[in-house]
């Protein structure tokens, strides 16, 4: 069945977490509004487009976001003794992020995670999508939307500030059908929380499933692990893969199985369990299936501490899917922003999604959209110490 509610209508999405989730950090800084976004040159691409990168500063919390890929490149945070540290990984120059990036930061699409073999069909048409993980399309095939410079229009709306980011995807692009226009909304509320709005529509049927792939270390990016960071997520069930961590179409339960985060433990207490899926995942690197499915506005369904520093943050979602990727690919290779080398579990990653592969698995929730639609979901991040 096509799913026909994905949606959360942008102005509502941070009223309808406020039972949920509380009325914010633990943050100083709730005053009446934030600073405006400023921008600076961050660098030119070999083709001579300019690549600028927005502050934003808003209840406690500083980002700072790349036109190129939409990347969130830094995101600082105070810890329980009011010192600040940048918590995701990323690097210093656009060089860099053209040439070795494993996604730091970046917006996702036209369809976050795995596709098997690049192929789907869609109302008795066939589509081949440009292939970039063995024989598999990854995060929108070898020019996703993480390799293109988006439109930035930074915003101040009451106590909000933020950015509005478009990008057009013309028909055909990586294989898929259909122009798709895609505007993203970064948003610091005066609380220091940082919602995603997502807003696509389509001239030709199509799939789409975008998400934001920020990597994780809340006691600061480049201090070493995260398996003992204490995560919770509200799943009873996953989605196990084959080995080429396209799911098989089982939803298998959690219990009794090193997949269970129904109750918060650190990341490393059954990393290395040698479950099966994990050995050919080098780790985590799966989708669960949320308890709470598609939902019409955000709930909170995970949570991420680190006892160092007593930084948290807590992740609301519309979305039935939620990636948990242990970092497992990070091979002491890339240099961070701190001038610290990225370790293997030096970070990780919460992609609120839908399933992968969803266009080969009827039984899945849909990822289509029609024209005539417009594809909408937001995710909102909390953060406390």
Not at 57 to 81: A, F
Not at 109 to 136: A, E
Not at 323 to 339: A, E
């Amino acid at each position: 069945m096509e799913l026909n509610r994905r949606t959360v209508i942008a102005g509502t999405a941070a009223a309808g977490l406020a039972t949920t989730l509380g009325t914010g950090s633990a943050q100083a800084g709730t005053g009446s509004g934030g600073r405006k976004p400023v921008r600076e040159l961050f660098g030119t691409l070999a083709d001579g487009t300019k690549v600028y990168r927005w502050s934003l500063e808003n209840g406690g919390t500083r980002l700072k976001v790349l036109s190129y890929g939409g990347i969130v490149q830094t995101l600082e945070l105070p810890d329980r003794h009011g010192r600040y540290a940048n918590v995701v990984a990323g690097f210093d120059d656009i060089a860099d992020y053209v040439a070795k990036s494993p996604y730091f930061g970046a917006l996702i699409g036209r369809y976050g995670n795995r596709i098997g073999k690049g192929q789907f069909t869609l109302d008795g048409t066939s589509y081949q999508l440009s292939v970039n993980d063995g024989v598999n399309s990854l995060h929108g095939g070898a020019k996703g939307f993480d390799k293109h410079v988006w439109d930035v229009e930074p915003f101040t709306e009451g106590s909000d500030v933020g950015l509005h980011l478009h990008y057009t995807s013309v028909d055909g692009e990586m294989g898929y059908p259909g122009t798709l226009r895609t505007t993203v909304t970064y948003t610091l509320t005066r609380h220091g929380d940082w919602r995603i709005d997502y807003a696509a529509t389509t001239d030709k049927a199509t799939v789409v499933n975008l998400t934001s792939h920020v990597y994780w270390n809340l006691a600061g990016e480049g201090s070493g692990t995260i398996e003992d960071h204490e995560l919770t997520i509200a799943a009873s069930r996953y989605t196990p893969t084959d080995s080429g961590l396209i799911p098989t179409g089982e939803l298998a339960e959690v219990a009794g199985t090193p997949f269970d985060f129904r109750h918060a433990k650190p990341v490393g207490r059954d990393i290395r369990a040698g479950h099966e899926q994990q050995v050919q995942a080098k780790g985590y690197d799966h989708n669960w299936v949320l308890d709470k499915g598609i939902t019409a506005r955000p709930e909170h369904i995970a949570t991420l501490r680190d006892p160092r520093s007593g930084r948290t943050l807590k992740i609301a979602t519309d979305q039935p899917g939620l990636q948990f990727y242990s970092g497992n690919f990070l091979d002491g290779t890339l240099t961070g922003t701190g001038g610290r080398t990225y370790r293997q579990g030096d970070a990780l990653c919460l992609e609120t999604q839908h399933f992968p592969d969803s266009p080969n698995h009827a039984e899945f929730p849909s990822t289509v959209l029609r024209p005539g639609q417009t594809y909408r979901t937001s995710t909102l991040h909390t953060f406390g110490a």
